[in-house]
């Protein structure tokens, strides 16, 4: 089994930055492809950004390209989101999770986080 734990959540005005953590546990023996998707009160989970098992290639939705950038440290088994220049309609529930296949599909993940929120205010 695999857990998940993210953290570094919380809130902040318009224009700062938040850096987000997602821990991995369990059998985690080898890398896999790690994403972020984030949930807003009243809509469907969306893709935020995603990065291959080596960390070499990374994927951003169109909403957050420039302003966020997702990493990994593969020998603490941890994935990042650091998120600049946020803007209150960043303001959702963020969870990591570890997938395959299409990197922006939320069903392609088999395992999730149980969530951290971040508030942008205006």
């Known amino acids: 089994q695999v857990q998940l734990v993210e953290s570094g959540g919380g809130s902040v005005q318009a224009g700062g930055s938040l850096g987000l953590s997602c821990a991995a546990s369990g059998r985690t023996f080898r890398p896999h492809f790690m994403g972020w998707f984030r949930q807003a009160p009243g809509k469907e989970r969306e893709f935020v950004a995603a990065?291959?098992?080596?960390?070499?290639?990374?994927y951003y939705a169109d909403s957050v390209k420039g302003r966020f950038t997702i990493s990994r440290d593969n020998a603490k088994n941890t994935v990042y989101l650091q998120m600049n220049s946020l803007k209150p309609e960043d303001t959702a529930v963020y969870y990591c999770a570890r997938g395959s296949g299409v990197y922006y599909r939320a069903r392609d993940y088999a395992y999730w986080g149980q969530g951290t929120q971040v508030t942008v205010s205006s």
């Open positions: 990065i291959n098992r080596s960390g070499g290639s990374t």
